[in-house]
């Protein structure tokens, strides 16, 4: 009672049911993957600062997101504690600054590094483009367009990226559509969602975080004791983590455990954020042709080296218009679209005048930032023409955060763009692509399980080969 009416966030406007319960709409039906939609009605009605709870604010100002995330840089809030779903915390979820820092698998984020896998990018993207034939090959049509979920081939795409680049070998997926890994990361992304999200239900079954998925645990398991009792040695994330075994100082070595934990957090945070991204291209593409003609003359201006299907990075990474689209789509597909959560630990003034006290937690919903016209002119509409290097205005870098800012921003920043660039480059080379309208109706409908998704999970477009 005291916090709802006379703590010092009793200032701040937001629902009346929120001072006494945070997420307190959930009891009325709010389906699973929606609170983030019930928080921008609660932005678009009380403003920038809005109280989500009794000890917790939601802000869209891009100057408060700056302080609470990068001047002073505070902990992440308790919600990532209910990530942690093995015996240790992980690089993703831990609070601890101290433990962040002495995380011994940031070497294989370095740029050299992500560099040095680019053969093993290559390698599953062209199995990509042997299963998009094949599906046309199966589907096509008089026309020699055929339809392709290329929602699910790209989760498949990422899915194997990840298990080649960090897990010892492809999941296959590409080839064979399943694996264990993949439904699992699924139910586990669900898991986190919803323990996050009604901790008042999880308290009362006894559920504080979310349980440990056993197949995920045994498969990395039995991986890291293979290369171990075979003294194989493979370059890749997983090695890098299995070689801190024999670092001189114990602080710098992780135990089989932390590997496990630490591997797994690859799967939950460089998986499906990657492909549903590349996804939302292919939505905003389909729905803005114009852009799409752009993009497809920037790229068959490149040449692919002789008897190469995928471009070198060196030929991607500096496309203007490759790069525009990208960052428009993230601007209004934001992956973290349920807010950026942190602990504010000493007293604090917002904004010049409000009073935020140690212990509240504040979301920072960087994804109303992205799209609001206080910073954006078309808010809402997708304009790469606004990242392109002549525009004019530029973009506003301070309201536009995609893969978050501070010390805990995200460390795979670097790989995802390269596998976006990769992929959504690969895709307008060799196809034609064309939106079915039916799907673009159900491609309005998102949902957040801890990443930006389609409630469909699927979006089907028709495509056909460039040279058919
Ligand atoms: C488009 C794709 C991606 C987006 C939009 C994205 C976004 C983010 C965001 C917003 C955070 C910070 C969360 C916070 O501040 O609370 C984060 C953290 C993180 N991301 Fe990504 N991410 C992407 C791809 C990846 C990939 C491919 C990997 C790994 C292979 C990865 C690994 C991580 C890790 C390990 C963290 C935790 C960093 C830390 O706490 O120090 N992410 N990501």
Known sequence: MYWAFFGPLSRIPGPFAE???????????????????KVITYHQKYGHVVRIGPKAI????????????????????????????????????????????????SPAFSIKYIKSLEPLFETVTDDFIKRINREIAANKQDTDFATVDIWWLLRCLAFDIIGETSLGGTFNMLSNNDHIML????????????????????????????????????????LIKERVKNKQRRDDIIQILINT?????????????????ETTLFLVAGAETTSNTIGFSMIELC???????????EID?????????????????????????????????????????????????????????????????????QTHPDYWSDPMEFKPERWLPNADPKPDMGAYNPFSAGSRNCVGKEFAMNEMRLAISTIIKHYDIEPISEEMEVARETRYFITLTLASSSFKIRMKHRNS
């Open 301 to 369: 201006a490149i040449e692919l080296e002789d008897g190469k299907q995928v471009f070198h990075q060196c030929q991607l990474r500096n496309l203007p218009y490759l790069n525009a689209v990208i960052n428009e789509t993230m601007r209004l597909n934001t992956i973290p679209s349920n807010g950026l959560e942190r602990l504010v630990t000493r007293d604090i003034v917002i904004k010049g005048d409000i009073y935020v006290p140690s212990g509240t937690t504040v979301r920072c919903y960087t994804g109303i930032a």
């Open 19 to 37: 001072k006494f319960i945070s997420g307190s709409e959930l009891f009325f039906g709010t389906k699973p993957g929606q609170r983030f939609k």
């Open 245 to 261: 075994q024999q670092a001189p100082k114990e602080e710098d070595r992780l135990s089989s455990d932390d590997i496990v934990v």
């Open 183 to 222: 439904v699992s990361v699924g139910k586990l992304l669900r898991g986190i969602d919803f323990v996050i999200n009604h901790p008042w239900i999880a308290k009362l079954i006894l559920l504080r975080k979310v349980k440990k998925n056993p197949d995920l645990v045994n498969f990395v398991t039995n």
């Open 287 to 297: 729905r803005n042709k114009s852009a799409l003609n752009r993009l497809r003359q």
């Open 58 to 105: 939601s802000v869209s100002d891009k100057d408060i997101i700056k302080q609470v995330l990068v001047t002073e840089d505070f902990e992440k809030g308790p919600s990532y504690t209910r990530f942690q779903n093995g015996t240790s915390a992980s690089m993703l979820d831990t609070t601890d600054k101290i433990f962040h820092k002495q995380r011994a698998i």
